[in-house]
């Protein structure tokens, strides 16, 4: 309704609030409500709490399979300790048999030519010979073993890596244990007014279900449907005047805040179909949101859902930003 030539108005409006549906990560049993209807609650505050035995029995399982992980490492990294102490032993070894080959295949050759010349016997030569046939063959088994040695580095460095993946994995599952036992106790996420209460001690609730609505009253605003033809003049910043049926001689100012990007029976459920061959041109309504500007003690008397009046003086036009403009 138009109310001289600057002034807008109109009764199709309300006051809002964005309210937050209240729902528990987990299921479970209720076994507290801490917070009755219509209570004021600070954001962070425990609303209930649910049965929390069963989640700390699978966090506590959850930590004693991260121990047992972390024991699988420490045991495997201990192996590779002494793996790294026998390969040193392994490789002295092949360093002591190597001198001892060398030795017994230099005396060998030494001996030889003295024995071609009956200087020595061949007894004697042939105890030569056997030794170092020995030496060698024990020369090949210590090099064999400290290659085994070394190649059971590359196993047990395997198996680290797995064990390791596994304790990050116990880890993770330990830390969505921990997390689940800490959603028991379901938590407000914003301060506001409890509303449309459902929760009751002793009933059964599944993970997402609602438990109670959070009303943020000092966060109301407005919302008036104007109709299209009044909103041309308008203009974000505009001020406002608000009549709250509920309180009738208290005038409450406020400016306008954004407009709709579109109209109201444009986010119907069932949006109108024009293109039927019947058409019957009806003014349409814009929905548009007004910041209040009101003092705490009639704050607290707004509440979401009240019917106002609304005058929007369309006189001033308030300079905002191209950016605004836009929006």
Same mark, same amino acid.
Request: net charge negative.
């Given at each position: ?13 309300? =006051? ?9 990560? @987990? ?5 507290? @409500?801490?917070? #009755? ?5 600070? *954001? ?8 929390? /035995?069963?989640? /700390? ?55 030889? +030519?003295?024995?071609? /010349? #009956? ?12 030794? /170092?046939?020995?030496?060698? *063959? ?42 689940? =036992? ?35 009253? #000092? ?5 008036? #449907? ?19 049926? *509920?309180? +009738? ?19 119907? =459920? ?29 704050? *607290? ?27």
């Amino acid at each position: 309704m138009q109310v001289g030539r600057y002034l807008q108005s109109t009764d199709d409006a309300f =006051l809002k609030a964005d309210s937050t549906t209240v729902a528990p990560r @987990v299921s479970g049993y209720v076994t507290e @409500v801490l917070v #009755n209807d219509n209570q004021y609650v600070e *954001a962070g505050s425990v609303i209930a709490k649910l049965d929390a /035995r069963p989640y /700390r029995a699978a966090y506590d399982q959850s930590l004693a399979s991260v121990a047992s992980k972390q024991a699988s490492v420490e045991k495997i990294q201990a192996s590779l300790t002494q793996q790294a102490q026998n390969i040193k032993q392994a490789q002295a070894l092949v360093q002591s048999a190597k001198a001892d080959a060398d030795h017994a295949a230099h005396e060998y050759s030494r001996h030889a +030519p003295l024995v071609a /010349r #009956n200087i020595e016997s061949g007894e004697s030569l042939a105890d030569l010979k056997k030794t /170092r046939d020995s030496s060698a *063959a024990e020369l090949v088994a210590d090099q064999a073993a400290a290659h085994s040695a070394q190649l059971q580095v590359s196993v047990l460095q395997a198996d680290l890596a797995q064990a390791k993946a596994d304790l990050l994995e116990a880890q993770a599952n330990a830390e969505q244990a921990r997390i689940s =036992l800490t959603d028991t106790e379901i938590q407000s996420p914003i301060s506001g007014r409890v509303g449309d209460k459902s929760v009751r001690v002793g009933a059964y609730v599944q993970s997402g279900t609602r438990m109670l609505t959070l009303v943020p009253t #000092n966060k109301i605003y407005a919302v008036a #449907n104007f109709k299209e033809t009044q909103i041309g003049k308008m203009r974000i910043g505009q001020p406002v005047s608000v009549n709250v049926d *509920a309180l +009738p001689g208290q005038p409450i100012t406020g400016v306008i805040d954004s407009f709709s990007p579109g109209t109201g029976s444009d986010f119907a =459920l069932l949006p109108s179909q024009n293109a039927t061959g019947n058409f019957t041109k009806i003014v349409q309504r814009v929905p548009v949101k007004i910041r209040l500007q009101v003092s705490r003690e009639i704050q *607290a008397r707004l509440t979401s859902g009240m019917s106002i009046d609304v005058e929007v003086d369309t006189h001033e036009l308030p300079e905002v930003s191209q950016a605004v403009a836009a929006q």
